[in-house]
């Protein structure tokens, strides 16, 4: 555990010198575009810090304050992101406005920088392979960062031996990119937290439940936070003779628990 701590503060504190050097390529080496790419690798590694942090928070089992568990605590990392991410749009529109139309002298200094904000954001991502959580979250990010760096360097070399308008262009597309990467982001994390129905997690409880006996009238069954269930169901006991039903329920409830990790409560018409 303490091992993990340290790998992963570690390799938070490799991207964030990854960005520190970005943000120098930007400013020391005026080029727009690796400014703007270092403005989002920072927004990127305090995102990381903010997505661990909730989802160490959501892992805490039910308590007084919150009676279904704390899973949706997790919610945190991507609104965090959202925040972030939204500042540094707006001080790079900004940025990329005021310098319309005036041409700009790019130095050496840029894409040097660039490269070695490169070179610690590879070693961050080596030392986040062993920190489970996180080494998910960089898998889905370390192509995207490495193409921009990339286009940076490509685009600040341009920028000192051919035109600035070559810098400016690109800085304008990852601002847009960002832009597009925004919205998209805030639509799956509000459809992510609507409570659309569950198809198929419902359809399995149902049949599950009708090999127990029970006729199935209604359910409903929405995500929590990643595989986690809850809903409720009506159900009508075939034949029931004699038997407790009242038992029975719970038994099922407590089955449909472990069998499909969902909190289901059953209603006996
Ligand atoms: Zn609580």
């Known amino acids: 555990m303490v091992h993990t701590i340290v790998k992963l503060q570690l390799s ?4 964030f010198i990854a960005g520190a050097f970005k ?3 930007g400013v020391l080496g005026g080029s727009k575009s690796v400014y703007v790419d270092a403005l989002t690798s920072i927004a990127n590694t305090m995102s990381i810090a903010f ?3 909730f989802y160490k928070k959501s892992l805490e089992p039910p308590d007084q304050d919150h009676p279904f568990g704390h899973l949706r605590f997790a919610f945190g990392g991507p609104i965090a992101t959202l925040m972030l991410y939204s500042f540094v749009l707006g001080v790079v529109v900004t940025d ?3 310098a319309f139309g005036r041409p700009y002298v790019i ?3 840029a894409p040097i920088y660039a490269a070695i904000g490169m070179a610690f954001y590879a070693l961050a991502v080596t030392f986040s392979k062993g920190v489970k959580t996180l080494s998910i979250y960089y898998a889905k990010f370390t192509a995207i960062e490495f193409l921009e760096g990339l286009a940076t360097i490509a685009s600040s070399l341009g920028g000192i031996f ?3 308008w070559i810098d400016y262009i690109t800085a304008t597309a990852l601002v847009l990119y960002l832009a597009v990467e925004l919205w998209s982001s805030l639509n799956e994390i509000t459809y992510t937290i609507s409570d659309y129905s569950q198809v198929e997690i419902a359809s399995k409880i149902s049949s599950y439940l009708s090999e127990l006996g029970f006729e199935v009238k209604r359910i409903r069954i929405r995500r929590v936070f ?3 269930y809850q809903g ?3 159900v009508k006991m075939q034949n029931p003779g004699d038997r407790d039903t009242s038992s029975l329920i719970k038994k099922a409830e407590e089955e449909i628990m472990k069998k499909f990790k969902a909190d289901v409560v059953l209603k006996l018409e």
């Open 12 to 15: 938070i504190t490799l991207s």
């Open 23 to 25: 943000v120098l390529g």
């Open 51 to 53: 997505i661990y942090t």
């Open 96 to 98: 990329i406005i005021n």
């Open 107 to 109: 130095t050496i200094q």
């Open 162 to 164: 051919i035109s600035f």
């Open 226 to 228: 990643g595989d986690m």
């Open 232 to 234: 409720d169901a009506t």
